[in-house]
């Protein structure tokens, strides 16, 4: 459940073949995770009926990516009221943590309380992290394997020209993060590449280990 973070690219198809597995989303262009809950529109309706009527293992949630720092209370408001909804599926909640935009996206001169994308990261994982343990939920890393890409010399870019949303390899190695996440093993060795070469999915399957399984 979520927006363009996940849609771009088509990251469910990619987890879809990653997991063997079936992958449905419910997300719009620039949705807040609240409008899942809104039976008034066509998202909140989806939403509900696929959280009322089918059981499923995992939840997926992202909210806007700046919420975790502008909006903290109100995103653990929205979960609170989504956790029974998932609860009752049978699933388990996954928490999509989002990236720091790149260095130049207006964000930086929006909010005072960040000033680089390290700082950015910090306090988005830390109300993360704090929603997480109020409803023992997972964590994806995806922000932390961004942020280790872009400080190391991997040479892989992640975010397109707004600096904000995915390349093909910023959405491949949030599929190879959640596939660490919810299956607790290393996506190393994955035989799907998508559109990247070899090389680069290996590296992008490599950094996604390290960033899930390094403590």
């Not at 949030?174 to 994955?190: D, E, H, K, L, P």
């Given at each position: 459940l979520g927006n363009s973070y996940i849609f771009t690219n088509d990251l469910p198809s990619m987890l879809a073949e990653i997991m063997g597995a079936e992958v449905v989303q419910n997300t719009r262009g620039g949705a807040r995770l609240r409008e899942q809950l809104n039976p008034e529109t066509r998202l909140?309706?989806?939403?509900?009926?696929?959280?009322?009527?089918?059981?499923?293992?995992?939840?997926?949630?992202?909210?806007?990516?700046?919420?975790?720092?502008?909006?903290?209370?109100?995103?653990?408001?929205?979960?609170?009221?989504?956790?029974p909804y998932i609860q009752a599926s049978g699933a388990k909640m996954v928490l999509y943590q989002t990236w720091a935009p790149g260095k130049w996206h207006n964000d930086y001169n929006r909010y005072d309380s960040v000033s680089n994308r390290s700082d950015y990261q910090s306090i988005l994982n830390r109300t993360i992290a704090e929603i997480a343990e109020e409803h023992n939920a997972l964590?994806?890393?995806?922000?932390?394997?961004?942020?280790?890409?872009?400080?190391?010399?991997?040479?892989?870019?992640?975010?397109?020209?707004?600096y904000s949303h995915p390349t093909a390899e910023g959405s491949y190695l949030a599929a190879c993060v959640i596939y660490n996440t919810v299956f607790s093993r290393s996506s190393m060795g994955i035989p799907y590449t998508g559109t990247l070469d070899v090389m680069t999915a290996f590296k992008l399957q490599k950094l996604a280990e390290t960033v899930c399984f390094a403590s």
């Amino acid at each position: 459940l979520g927006n363009s973070y996940i849609f771009t690219n088509d990251l469910p198809s990619m987890l879809a073949e990653i997991m063997g597995a079936e992958v449905v989303q419910n997300t719009r262009g620039g949705a807040r995770l609240r409008e899942q809950l809104n039976p008034e529109t066509r998202l909140g309706a989806k939403a509900l009926e696929l959280l009322q009527n089918e059981k499923w293992d995992y939840v997926i949630l992202q909210d806007r990516r700046y919420y975790p720092i502008s909006k903290p209370q109100r995103m653990k408001r929205t979960i609170r009221k989504l956790a029974p909804y998932i609860q009752a599926s049978g699933a388990k909640m996954v928490l999509y943590q989002t990236w720091a935009p790149g260095k130049w996206h207006n964000d930086y001169n929006r909010y005072d309380s960040v000033s680089n994308r390290s700082d950015y990261q910090s306090i988005l994982n830390r109300t993360i992290a704090e929603i997480a343990e109020e409803h023992n939920a997972l964590v994806a890393p995806v922000g932390t394997a961004f942020l280790l890409c872009s400080h190391s010399s991997y040479g892989i870019k992640l975010l397109m020209g707004d600096y904000s949303h995915p390349t093909a390899e910023g959405s491949y190695l949030a599929a190879c993060v959640i596939y660490n996440t919810v299956f607790s093993r290393s996506s190393m060795g994955i035989p799907y590449t998508g559109t990247l070469d070899v090389m680069t999915a290996f590296k992008l399957q490599k950094l996604a280990e390290t960033v899930c399984f390094a403590s």
